[in-house]
């Protein structure tokens, strides 16, 4: 055993259960087979699908904690306010990433509506005169003749929804006029078990019954631009993008059973880069990416929720989260409502029962400044394109939001865990289709301080400031315009190598687009 211990300022992160009243009692939780997370969360709602006698419904809750909450109690009565309109059980619900009160639902019904909290729905809730109302939807969309088991916005363009169906195809569509889908992404051969957006939405991946893992231009269609063999085993494979890193993360099962995640490098190569095996329990794996560089696993009948730190390509474990309550599903609250002055890194909401518990992971610390260096900007509610910007080929960054000051920003978080990976990154600040490269100016503020730094050092900046103040021991007043100086030049080197990065990509797309069709033209010959 080695005598030296990893530095790593998660080390000691801990899964700590909140008070019995934030959480919820009493909740009918749907007793569907369809593999979901059955809960999912905005920074004020939660959602979660619901059992009820006919059609298909959920129940949207304010998030425990949040004002709107403040008049509900933690045991829910019998008869509640619903999100009823499906004709058949609700399989999935996603929250829009700019809008905390508008969520989607699919249903069994081959269905996906679209609906918007208002807040006055909960007003006198529980009081002697009240009268649950139920939610109505504010638009459907007719997807298919068959069920529609996954749905989920898209991470940068307003508007943009993706729809999984039992016809084994994808369909993404532009919500201002949804009688045809914008595209259609085919050629699975069975069941598709989870889908996912990378950080800019130029690509879309999917997990499939048939063993394979397919990566897609949502905005090309057609058939995949890439694909993979997944995890050897039968049972559901779910899969998850590593933030800014390019990365992709995908959980399953071996051909012995066995419950492992796999990462993968989207940008190269035809196998993981890392494959870890948990253990032989028979629970499917939900994975949870969070942009301090940490991946959460929960397993589905079991209570633990593992945490596991990616650091210069391998999976490091932390400091697991056990409870002797099995789960049956678990979300992540957007960082944006995490209690920084806690030192609340991430939260989960897991469905146990009749019970929904709030698990904070935290990484202790005394001080009570705000700990920038576990806290990277998080995604804010500002799209950085439209939806008709994003199927006219243009592409950005998310937008940021610090969360100490709250000021916004524009481009990858300036995560010391991830910007190692940042040559490597599939997904530059350009737009990924070679036809349509924009040639308008990314801003890219989160990339200035990042030459300062490039050793990814342990030590905190006090080290590299003093390093650069050594050849000029006396400050004078045009120190401000050389810094000035440099920074607009390191703008314009990472520009440009936004700009190579994107052309590279783009050209590796283009290649994988003629092997399939070469594959396809050898099938029809052969």
Known sequence: MSRFVRASKYRHVFGQVAKKENGLENVRVSNNAWDTNLINASAQYLSINYQVAGGGAFVILPLPGTEAASAIT???PDVIPLARGHAGPVLDTDWSPFDDRVVASAGEDGKVHIWKVEGNEFDGWGGEKWVPQDFDPVAKINVSGRKVGQVMFHPTASHVLASATGDHVVKIWDLAST??????????????????????????????????????????????????????????????????????????????????VSVWDTASGETPLKTLNIDQSSGVLMPFWSDNGIIFIAGKGDGNIRAYEWESDNLYALSEYSSTNPQRGVCFVPRR??????????????????????????????????????FPPAPSLE????????????????NLVDLDTGSASTGPPPSATTSSFKVTSPEPTKATSAPTLSPEAIKSPSQVPLPKTPAAS?????????????????????????????????????????EARAQIRNLELQVETLKANAVKAKALLG
């Open 74 to 76: 933690y045991k829910l």
């Open 179 to 260: 009688d045809d889908p914008r595209s259609v992404l085919g050629g699975h051969g069975d069941t598709i078990q989870s889908i996912g957006f990378n950080s800019t939405g130029t690509l879309l991946a999917t997990t499939c019954r048939d063993r394979k893992l397919r990566l897609f231009d949502p905005r090309q269609g057609g058939d995949a631009v890439r694909v993979m063999e997944g995890h050897g085993g039968v049972k559901s494979s779910r899969l998850v993008w590593m933030g800014e890193t390019g990365k992709l993360a995908t959980t399953g099962f071996s051909k012995m059973s066995d419950r492992e």
């Open 337 to 374: 409502a995490l209690n920084v002055s806690e030192c609340e890194i991430a939260r989960a909401y897991k469905v146990s029962g009749t019970t929904v518990e709030p698990v904070s992971f935290i990484v202790p610390r005394r001080s009570d400044t705000f700990q920038a260096d576990i």
């Open 383 to 398: 799209p950085a394109l439209s939806a008709a910007e994003f199927f006219n080929g243009k592409t950005a960054p998310r």
């Open 458 to 498: 342990e030590p905190v900046s006090a080290t590299p400031s003093r390093s650069t103040s050594i050849p000029v021991p006396t400050v004078s007043i045009s120190s401000s315009d050389d810094t000035s100086k440099l920074r607009d030049e390191n703008d314009r080197l990472n520009q440009e190598l936004r």
